[in-house]
């Protein structure tokens, strides 16, 4: 059975760092591409960012581009989501998720076959 288990959220001040982590089991992880999408109150769903199965591939949505990165441990069944900068605008649950799509039709198309249980990060002073 495919398991995601987001953790590293929390409250944070504008200008301040999260980093975000995700546990994968119950599936061969470098075959998935993984992703990590966020909701905000009273707003839909958008993937953030999203990383191919060996890495070499990645996708971030214009808002987070040189604020945020993604990256992933194989080794570990793990994938991370570093938010540097951070706004209160980027205030929004964020969710882990898998699939077997390309990282654009993963974050743009949310192509997606599992999804992580949602992890709150909330940017305030």
């Known amino acids: 059975q495919s398991q995601l288990v987001e953790s590293g959220g929390g409250l944070v001040q504008p200008g301040g760092s999260l980093r975000l982590s995700c546990a994968a089991t119950g599936f061969t992880f470098d075959d998935y591409a993984m992703g990590w999408f966020r909701q905000a109150p009273g707003k839909e769903r958008e993937g953030v960012s999203c990383?191919?199965?060996?890495?070499?591939?990645?996708h971030y949505t214009d808002s987070v581009k040189g604020r945020f990165t993604i990256s992933r441990d194989n080794a570990k069944n793990t994938v991370y989501l570093q938010m540097n900068g951070l706004k209160p605008e980027d205030t929004a649950v964020y969710y882990c998720?898998?699939?077997?799509?390309?990282?654009?039709?993963?974050?743009?198309?949310?192509?997606?076959?599992?999804w992580g249980q949602g992890t709150q990060g909330t940017v305030s002073s």
């Open positions: 990383i191919s199965g060996r890495g070499f591939n990645t």
């Open positions: 998720a898998a699939g077997l799509a390309t990282v654009m039709a993963m974050c743009v198309s949310e192509d997606v076959t599992t």
